[in-house]
C-alpha cells in the first residue's frame, strides 16, 4: 500500500510538472502569426513615408497569417518596421520601428530610436533627454491615424522606457521629466 502511495504522489508530482513547464502565459505554445506586408515602393502609411522594404504588421485576423499579397487595413496596423540600415528621421531623431499601445483604450504608439545613427551635429535638448532613459519612447496622440511627427497631433509624451511613466501620477520626479520631454519634443517640432 506504501508502495503505491509514494508511487501515485511521484506521477501526480510528475504530470503537474509537465504541465506547467509547458503553459504559455499567451494561451499557446507559439507567438501569433501576424499578417504582414513588405513595401515593394515608397509610400505613405499613418502619414509617414515609409521606403521601399518596410515591414506592415497588423493585428491578428481571420484566415489571415503571415506574409500578404496586398496591403491591408491601416487601422489594423499595430507595427511598422523600417528596412534595416534605413530608420527614418522623427522628430530629428533616426527611428526603426514604430508599435500601436498593445493597451487598445490607449490612443498612441512606442517610437524606437537608433542613437548610433545620430550624429553628434544633429543632437538636441530632446534627443539627448529620450537617450538618456531608453531608445523608447511612449507618444499619445489625439488621432491615432497619424503616426507622424505632428506636434498638432502629439497630445502628451506618456513614457520613456519603463523608468519613467504617466501611470505614476505621483511621483513628481518622473511627472517632470516627461514634463520637460514634452516641452522639448514640441521645441523641435517648431523649428
Same mark, same amino acid.
Given at each position: 500500500?506504501?508502495?503505491?502511495?509514494?508511487?501515485?504522489?511521484?506521477? /501526480?508530482?510528475?504530470?503537474?510538472?509537465?504541465?506547467? #513547464?509547458?503553459?504559455? %502565459?499567451?494561451? #499557446? &505554445? !507559439?507567438? %501569433?502569426?501576424?499578417?504582414?506586408? =513588405?513595401?515593394?515602393?515608397?509610400?505613405?502609411?499613418?502619414?509617414?513615408?515609409?521606403? $521601399?522594404?518596410? $515591414?506592415?504588421?497588423?493585428?491578428?485576423?481571420?484566415?489571415?497569417?503571415?506574409?500578404?499579397?496586398?496591403?491591408?487595413?491601416?487601422?489594423?496596423?499595430?507595427?511598422?518596421?523600417?528596412?534595416?540600415?534605413? %530608420? =527614418?528621421?522623427?522628430? /530629428?531623431? %533616426?527611428?526603426? !520601428?514604430?508599435?500601436? *499601445?498593445?493597451?487598445?483604450?490607449?490612443?498612441?504608439?512606442?517610437?524606437?530610436? @537608433?542613437?548610433?545613427?545620430? !550624429?553628434?551635429? $544633429?543632437?538636441? $535638448?530632446?534627443?539627448?533627454?529620450?537617450?538618456?532613459?531608453?531608445?523608447?519612447?511612449?507618444?499619445?496622440?489625439?488621432? =491615432?491615424? @497619424?503616426?507622424? *511627427?505632428?506636434?498638432? &497631433? =502629439?497630445? @502628451?509624451?506618456? @513614457?520613456?522606457?519603463?523608468?519613467?511613466?504617466?501611470?505614476?501620477? &505621483?511621483?513628481?520626479?518622473?511627472?517632470?521629466?516627461?514634463?520637460?520631454?514634452? !516641452?522639448?519634443?514640441?521645441?523641435?517640432?517648431?523649428?
Amino acid at each position: 500500500m506504501k508502495f503505491f502511495k509514494s508511487y501515485f504522489s511521484i506521477l /501526480g508530482l510528475l504530470l503537474l510538472t509537465g504541465c506547467v #513547464g509547458n503553459m504559455n %502565459p499567451t494561451g #499557446g &505554445n !507559439s507567438s %501569433p502569426n501576424y499578417p504582414y506586408f =513588405i513595401t515593394a515602393e515608397p509610400l505613405e502609411v499613418k502619414k509617414i513615408m515609409v521606403p $521601399k522594404g518596410t $515591414k506592415l504588421v497588423y493585428e491578428e485576423q481571420f484566415f489571415k497569417e503571415g506574409k500578404q499579397d496586398k496591403m491591408l487595413s491601416e487601422e489594423k496596423l499595430i507595427t511598422i518596421e523600417f528596412p534595416t540600415g534605413q %530608420p =527614418i528621421i522623427w522628430g /530629428g531623431v %533616426p527611428v526603426t !520601428s514604430i508599435n500601436k *499601445f498593445f493597451n487598445s483604450e490607449m490612443r498612441g504608439f512606442t517610437v524606437y530610436a @537608433d542613437f548610433e545613427k545620430l !550624429s553628434a551635429d $544633429k543632437k538636441t $535638448k530632446f534627443s539627448q533627454l529620450w537617450q538618456s532613459c531608453s531608445n523608447d519612447l511612449g507618444i499619445t496622440v489625439k488621432n =491615432i491615424g @497619424d503616426w507622424s *511627427f505632428n506636434t498638432e &497631433n =502629439i497630445s @502628451d509624451v506618456d @513614457d520613456c522606457s519603463v523608468l519613467y511613466q504617466r501611470y505614476f501620477k &505621483n511621483n513628481k520626479r518622473q511627472q517632470d521629466f516627461l514634463d520637460e520631454i514634452y !516641452s522639448e519634443l514640441l521645441k523641435v517640432g517648431s523649428k
